[in-house]
């Protein structure tokens, strides 16, 4: 029975939580980079990097990544499995990326993109910071539909990703592979033949545009086999519109703090390459065993024939033509090293 990070405590029926035995760490380390001196492309590509990112990016090539996806601490006291990022005044975090933010986009393509995740604590700070070096494109706003509620305050229930680039009339930008499958509420007829939607799985839908405001993905929780026990991992279908959209096949996404590797194995999953940079062990691997376990399963949930689909529509994509078969419990992805 697989315990709760290396532990003794079980694991509830039904969490498919991913932990790493303290076996599997041993294995699992000497797969992880350490750099101490400039590094060639090759050495980093692919790589899980144990380090400290303000030391590492000054080792790291000019100009290689067609993505940057920046997820750093926010603005709240938050302990990291041991190491706490302590609440600061705005002025003092402003500083605190101010002191990254140049050199990580010195690592950035002529043509490439950011994206800069932030909380209503943080988002005016992290705006000021990039129309600093950057052109802004868009805020995205993700309802993460979980947070705690209180008792003189509305519910923060909303994250802004800041989307950001070198050259706002030179930047990738593919629409076409972040379309929406929304379902049809109204649905509109001409000479008695669906107008702009398709009966399909089970129901009408459309395809649509996506726009700036996300309420289709949720926070990973326990049941979802992409959860880890890191404290505020993103989820792999927001990585994947970001990826789809802002790197090209085969493009190369960095992630200066990896955290559990969604930024990662999110890129192996859709064919990208990628670099992720992490300062706690436990975390890297986490994502090392993630990133294994993507060589069996590339399935993104809430992605599924080159469409986003909403929440609670998984019946409905079971129906349609792809495999949408999820690893159980009983038919685990394999996690070996071989
Ligand atoms: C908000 S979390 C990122 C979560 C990640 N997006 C995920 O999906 O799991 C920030 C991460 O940055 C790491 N971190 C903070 N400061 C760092 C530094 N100077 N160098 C490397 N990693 C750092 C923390 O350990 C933490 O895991």
Redesign the pocket.
């Known amino acids: 029975m697989e315990n709760i990070n290396g532990g003794n405590r079980k694991k509830a029926p039904g969490n498919r939580t991913i932990n790493v035995s303290n076996e599997e760490k041993k294995t699992l380390r000497q797969t992880l980079t350490v750099i101490n001196c400039p590094q060639k492309l090759d050495n980093i590509i692919n790589r899980t990097i144990l380090?400290?990112?303000?030391q590492i990016i000054q080792y790291m090539p000019v100009a290689f990544a067609d993505l940057i996806f920046i997820?750093?601490?926010?603005n709240i006291t938050r302990d990291?499995?041991g190491?706490k990022?302590n609440k600061i005044s705005n002025e003092n975090y402003f500083k605190f990326v101010q002191a990254w933010l140049p050199q990580i986009i010195k690592l950035l393509k002529p043509n490439g993109s950011i994206y800069f995740?932030s909380d209503l604590h943080s988002t005016a700070v992290v705006q000021q910071a990039l129309q600093e070096h950057l052109h802004i494109i868009n805020r995205i706003t993700w309802q993460r539909d979980k947070g705690r509620g209180a008792k003189q305050n509305w519910k923060n229930n909303m994250e802004d990703i800041w989307f950001a680039v070198v050259n706002k009339k030179n930047y990738y930008f593919n629409v076409n592979a972040v379309k929406q499958k929304r379902q049809v509420f109204a649905p509109y007829t001409e000479n008695n033949k669906p107008k702009d939607w398709q009966m399909s799985d089970g129901g009408k839908f459309r395809i649509t545009h996506p726009s700036n405001f996300w309420d289709d993905i949720s926070i990973p929780y326990w049941s979802m086999s992409e959860n880890?026990p890191?404290p505020?991992?993103?989820p792999e279908k927001l990585l994947a519109k970001i990826i789809l959209a802002s790197c090209p096949e085969n493009g190369i996404v960095l992630?200066?703090?990896?955290?559990?590797?969604?930024?990662s194995v999110t890129a192996k999953k859709l064919g990208r390459l990628y670099v992720g940079?992490?300062?706690?062990e436990e975390?890297c691997c986490i994502s090392e065993k993630r990133l294994l376990n993507a060589n069996a399963n590339k399935t993104i949930q809430g992605y599924a024939d080159n469409v986003f689909w909403e929440r609670n529509t998984y019946n409905m994509q079971k129906k349609s033509g792809q495999n949408h078969k999820q690893p159980s419990r009983k038919n685990p992805i394999p996690t070996t090293l071989t």
């Open positions: 380090g400290n990112t303000f997820d750093p601490p926010y990291f499995n190491v990022f995740c880890t890191h505020t991992q993103k992630d200066p703090f990896l955290g559990s590797g969604t930024t940079i992490e300062m706690n975390y």
